[in-house]
């Protein structure tokens, strides 16, 4: 803990003999109870444990104890550090508890179907597998694949909801653009449409259609040719 001086009893040891601050005090800095410090103060405790100076590790400084002896009621703190250490990148596959490590199947069907985007390496730091266990998966080739259900990873407690969005989003970023097809003109240009010639068309009243006139027929002619015709048959007839 950053909040705790480094050996803690070892430092009791080096404050209970090198100053005069209070059980209280010491036991606040060093993170133990009174009585604990009150017994190494009276040596039942801590026996053959050498003091550490907590200037020399740069947890304390000479000030902060003279304040502290000068005033009762002063709380001593562990210094901050002076550098930061970057936190050292983990290597390889994230390490995946035994008891989670049957749900790893599951999350991998899951993260395959629902963000198919995403690379193999990127599902690899998620939920800590390998690239066979991924392709036998996606390929339905998996020793289990009749049984597998896809599950969210941070349901299951693999990956955290931001470790996902974060992937997700890179992949996204590299993704190819889908081509975009040109969309064909369906309008003629302003300069046709405005144009003299378009705008009489436009405006043009249409000519009327000419209808033809039914033909008429006389009724009396048709049946005067009629009975000629009934009469000729006749005469025919009567020559037979």
């Known amino acids: 803990m950053a909040n705790t001086p480094l050996m803690p009893k070892a430092t009791a040891v080096w404050l209970v003999d090198n100053t005069s601050l209070s059980f209280d005090q010491v036991a606040a800095f060093c993170k133990l109870h009174p009585l604990e410090v009150k017994a190494i103060a009276d040596g039942d405790a801590a026996q ?3 003091g550490l100076d907590p200037i020399l590790t740069g947890q304390l400084t000479r000030e902060d104890i003279e304040k502290a002896q000068a005033d009762p009621s002063v709380i001593l703190k ?3 550090p002076k550098t930061t250490v970057p936190e050292a990148k983990r290597r390889g596959p994230r390490y995946t508890p ?8 599951n999350a991998i069907l899951w993260l395959v179907r629902n963000h198919p985007e995403l ?3 990127q599902v690899i730091r998620l939920v800590g597998t390998t690239k ?3 392709e036998a998966i996606r390929e339905r080739t998996h020793w289990n694949s009749a049984n597998l259900t896809p599950m969210d990873p941070v349901t299951l407690g693999l990956c955290t909801q931001i470790e996902l969005d974060l992937e997700v989003s890179k992949a996204a ?3 190819p653009q889908p081509v975009v097809q040109p969309v064909e003109e369906t309008l003629l240009p302003v300069d ?5 010639d378009a705008m009489a068309a436009a405006f043009a009243t249409p000519a009327p259609v000419e209808q033809k006139d039914e033909e008429e027929f006389d009724a009396d002619a ?8 009934k009469g000729d048959g006749e005469e025919v007839d009567r020559d037979d």
């Open 48 to 50: 053959g444990i050498k």
């Open 78 to 80: 562990v210094a901050p």
């Open 98 to 105: 035994v008891s989670r490590r049957q749900d790893r199947p």
């Open 119 to 121: 690379k193999d390496a």
């Open 132 to 134: 066979p266990t991924i």
């Open 173 to 175: 970023k590299y993704a």
């Open 192 to 196: 046709e449409t405005t144009s003299d």
């Open 222 to 229: 048709v049946f005067a040719k009629l009975s000629s015709l």
